[in-house]
């Protein structure tokens, strides 16, 4: 089949400054969008709303979990997709507006429903947001990353720079949220304000990405069912025998697990700190750190591998959350560590998508098939497996511990549970990443699978 690419085999051409642009705009937006998601969305249902924590858990984990079957399918549709310009790419465009629209109607719930049409339209609104938009969006995005160069360096810069924004965004994310209900008020006036914001801004985003961007790879398939459904048996097998891909399948759900229960710190903050105001500058010393982490992870990579940067700073971390765990109400203490651990935690951040991306490769040089789309979905489904998991376990235990989001004092129980979910469970999930990634070397063999991989290609 004739490919449409200009030039389909120089896959190893670097990324130009325009396309890190628009790529890392897009994902700094989207990560905006999350965040105010993931650390504020079971705040805003059960405080503002008025909905269970139960109930709240429940979504997360069922919604989560459907988010991975669609990253299944978004692989599926970008495969089938033949367009002038390219595969992933022109879904940006597609998706800009449903984007936008969902976002707004997700915090714009009527007030004067009663609380079961409340809780309805909630499930319908965060489902479809999940499922039908970000789930895409990030789908499109990292498969388009994989399409538009394999070299390996190239590949590194593009993720420190848009870790480097990710975070950036993420402090944004976290003032803009902070300043508007602090200046307004936790009303629902200045929520769907909120939502207005971000989902301006991640529409931007993707159109950006569109515009800016241009895919040099390509792996076109017969437009028809039949062919799509032998290319996914086809596909399936190579991954299960890919064992550093299964690897990094784990270390995501993992990590997104942990990310998912960043939503109890509000909790934290409000009932055993007695001050939710001191959220913002958990932002701050959260995000804020991680930036200059980014550069210190770059200029010590030049001297110490990667995986061992990984291994220390994921020491560091299971260390200081144990301490936490002992003494949760000790501010000075939490802050300290929150900012050792923002320090240490960017090489996993910076690495970890490069670790996925170069699975691609070593899949294609041992079975001769080059599953990208289908690496980067159904890493994808891990990743939302665990988020489900994270985000049901703060509604359930929250539920279970008796939380009542009217009260301004919560049980003993229940401030229990606040501080297993802000450090024992991450504190479990940072082991179980420190034993996984013992495991992968994928890193030693990849330069030399490249050239293997081009000299089989003629290139």
Known sequence: MKRWMKHPDNINEPLTGAEITGMTFAGSTLTMLNVVISLFIT??????VGISAAIIGTLMLVTRVAEGFSDLSMGVIINRTQSR???ARPWSLRLSIPLLIIVILTFHIPENWDMTAKTIYACITYFFLFTVTLAPAGIIGTVLGTNMTSNAKSRQKNAVISTLFVLIGSVAGNYIVM???GSMGDSHYTWRLIAIIFGLLSFTGQLMQFLLTRERFTNPVKDTHESVKTS??????????NKYFLIMCAVGMMTALDGATMGIMLF?????????DLMGVFSLVSLI??????GLTQLLS???????LIIGGLIIKSITLMINFCFPANLPLFIGFTVLRSLTRTPLLVFSSVYLLNTIEYGEYKTGTRAGSMIVSISGLWNKVGAGIGGALVGWLLSYGGY???ASVQSILAQNIIVVISFLIPLITTVVILILLSMYDLDKQYDSIIESLRERKGI
């Not at 996914?232 to 025998?241: A, D, E, F, M, S």
């Not at 934290?268 to 939710?276: S, V």
């Not at 750190?289 to 980014?294: D, L, N, Q, R, S």
């Not at 030049?302 to 061992?308: E, G, L, T, Y």
């Open 404 to 406: 009542d989001s009217d």
């Open 232 to 241: 996914i048996r086809k596909q399936l097998p190579t991954l299960i025998r």
């Open 43 to 48: 705040y805003f249902y059960t405080n503002i």
């Open 289 to 294: 750190p991680m930036v200059a982490g980014i």
């Open 85 to 87: 310009w390219g595969q």
């Open 268 to 276: 934290y903050f409000r009932y055993i700190i007695n001050n939710i």
């Open 179 to 181: 300043h508007l209900t």
């Open 302 to 308: 030049k001297r110490i591998p990667a995986k061992q």
